[in-house]
Every structure is written in C-alpha cells, then in structure tokens.
C-alpha cells in the first residue's frame, strides 16, 4: 500500500500495463490470414480482462469503501470550498478594518462635535473615556485575534500525549486539538476557523478573539446609544429633502446626515449580530467547551443516554473557573489589568495536556 502512494512508482506502472496492452492491440503478423471473427472476439475479450487488471491493479484498495469514494469524489468541491474561505479571509479582514474606520471617522467628524457644543462637561469626559477605552480594546484585540498563532502541536516531539492520528497531518493529535482544513494544520484546542480574522481560533487567541467580539459588540452598543437622537434627526431631514421647495442644507450637513444614517444602521446590526455570537461563545466558554466539542459532547450525551448513563464534560470545571482559565485571572487584581485593559499575557497551560475534572485533587483552585 505504501508502494502504490508514491507516484512515480505508480506513473512507471501504468506505462509498463499500458505498453502490454499496445503490443495486445497490435495485429499479428502472417500466420492468421485476416478476419477471423473467433481471433477477433478472443482478442477483444483479452483485452477486456486486460483493461479490467489494469484498472484495479491502479486503483484496488482494500480498505475502500463507498464513504472513500464520496470523499474522493468530492475532494475537488472542499479544495475549492477552502481556497474559497482562504481568499475571503483577507477580504473580510479588509472589510472589518474599514467599516471600524468609517464608523471611528464618522464618530470624530460629526457625533463628537455635537456632544462637545450640546452635553455639560462631565458627560463629555464620560464619552471621550468610554469611546476611547473601547476603541483601544476593539483595536488591539483584533490585531492580536488575527496575528497570534492558535498553537499547533509540536512535530518533533513524538511522544505526545494524544488521543488519535491526524489523516491528513499524520501527526498524534493531543486531546482538544482538531484539524483546520483551510489552514491546513492541526490547531490546539480548536474552537472555529474565523473568516473575519481569517485565523483559526485555539488556545493561544481563543481569550483575543472572545473579547474582541465582547468589545466590538460593547462598541456598537455605544455608537448606536450615542447617536440615537442625531439618527432621528438626520432621518427626518431626509425625509424633508423632497419637499417642495427643499430645505436648505449644505453640502456638510447632507453629508452628515447620510454618514449618521450608516452609522446608526450599521452599528446597530452589528451589535445584534455579534451580540448574539457573544452570548452564545459565553454560554459555550461557561460549559467549559469550544465550538467544535459542543457537537462532539451532544452527540456523546445522546449515545450514552440511550444506554442510561450520563456524560461529564471532563474540562468543566465551574462556570467561575472556566471564565478565569480563559482570562487568565489567577487574583482579583487580574479582573482589572488582564480583562478590562489591553493584556498580552499567556493562556495557562501549552495546550497539549489538560487538567481534567476527574484527575483534580482541588476543584476550586486555579
Ligand atoms: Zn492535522
Ligand atoms: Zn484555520
């Protein structure tokens, strides 16, 4: 079998079947006369067997199935499917970085101004705070989400501990950790392979990619709040644009009132949107599970409660505990420098071997 995978030998094979099966095609000189209908048809059942031998010799395996088939029938559908997502992930990268920027310049040109001639000093200070810590926290969690490797198994080290073979790295895989089939590599504890940072996202930026989602969606929140009543304004300025005889606006203040319009649209689609995605990587982080173990530990569940048993997610370890293993927050004083402010420290653990609920000697502790 590992013969047959190396092409070359497969290529030198094919020509020698296929030289034996011209010399069985050429006609036979003298001896024969010509056009003896049983020569004939003894040939073309010969070559028929040949052609038969030829094929399965190329092809025979005898682990296929009709699963591998489909596999290989549709392997050129997920090659495209992958380059697809791959090229879109730079696309969508773009895109996130110019609607944040078309939003932070609308914000600047035309929400601020109004807050800094319409509100009293404090809540000015309020908004240049909040709109301020948010955009920072929006922008370095996204650089960090899209820049920083979610880790990949080692692959000089063989003894790893591992719970199966990657198909497709022919590496071990060590608990957590599945295979990615756009970038082509197994990824520690994997949770998804995320177009808009187009980069996986495992153990090393699984905290970045949670709290750019959480800030981005915080972001929208504000913006939408924040320009609510310019919105209602600029909507019904709008709205006035066909009277007749048409209001008087100038170019700034047309141009400001499509801008708030895209905004306030914009952000508030947004904040739905990644507000639901939020909620739900909350509720997954809370059960102690990534994207991917979520169907794993569903399917579990049902396979061992039809045979009356129940199932223990063995990297459950409390909602509090699963929250600070993934902050990373190992005293009170972390809530505040590692989860409210920009943090590049690392993720507790190297992502190969895990703490498991029946190993622990103190549940509690982290
Ligand atoms: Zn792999
Ligand atoms: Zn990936």
Redesign the pocket.
């Known amino acids: 079998m590992r013969m047959g995978s190396s092409w070359r030998w497969q290529v030198s094979r094919a020509m020698r079947l296929a030289l034996r099966w011209c010399r069985l095609c050429r006609p036979q000189k003298g001896g024969r006369g010509g056009g003896s209908k049983l020569w004939i048809s003894g040939k073309m059942s010969e070559l028929w067997i040949y052609s038969k031998l030829l094929l399965k010799s190329l092809y025979y395996n005898s682990l296929n199935n009709f699963d591998t088939l489909l596999d290989c029938a549709f392997e050129p559908v997920y090659w495209i499917v992958d380059n697809v997502t791959r090229w879109f992930g730079v696309v969508f990268v773009c895109l996130v970085i110019l609607l944040t920027t078309s939003v932070v310049v609308i914000v600047y040109l035309f929400v601020l101004p109004t807050i800094f001639s319409t509100y009293p000093v404090h809540w000015i200070v309020w908004h240049l705070c909040c709109g301020h810590w948010l955009l920072i926290m929006v922008v370095f969690h996204y650089y960090k989400a899209t820049t920083t490797s979610p880790g990949h198994p080692p692959k000089d080290k063989i003894h790893l501990p591992s719970v199966s073979i990657?198909k497709?790295?022919i590496?071990p895989k060590p608990p957590r950790t599945h295979?990615c089939s756009i970038c082509n590599?197994?990824v520690l504890k994997m949770d998804h392979h995320c177009p808009w940072l187009n980069n996986c996202v495992g153990h090393f930026n699984h905290r970045y990619f949670f709290s750019f989602c959480l800030y981005m969606t915080l972001g929208c929140i504000y913006c939408s709040i924040s320009s609510r009543l310019l919105f209602l304004e600029a909507y019904s300025a709008i709205e006035s644009y066909s009277q007749t005889p048409p209001p008087e606006y100038t170019f700034r203040e047309t141009t400001g009132h499509k801008s708030i319009i895209f905004l306030w649209v914009l952000t508030s689609s947004v904040a739905v949107a990644l507000g639901g995605l939020t909620l739900w990587h909350s509720m997954l982080i809370s059960r102690g599970e990534t994207s991917v173990e979520r169907h794993i530990n569903r399917k579990e569940t049902k396979r061992l409660s039809e045979k009356g048993k129940m199932f223990r997610n063995p990297h459950h370890h409390g909602k509090a505990n699963n929250w600070k293993a993934l902050f990373g927050v190992e005293k009170k004083s972390h809530w505040f420098t590692r989860v409210l402010l920009p943090s590049t420290h690392l993720p507790g653990g190297n992502g190969i071997t895990w703490d498991l609920i029946f190993t622990r000697r103190d549940p509690m502790a982290i």
Do not use: I, L, P, R
Request: hydrophobic fraction near 15%.
């Open positions: 990657c497709k790295c590496t295979h590599v197994c």
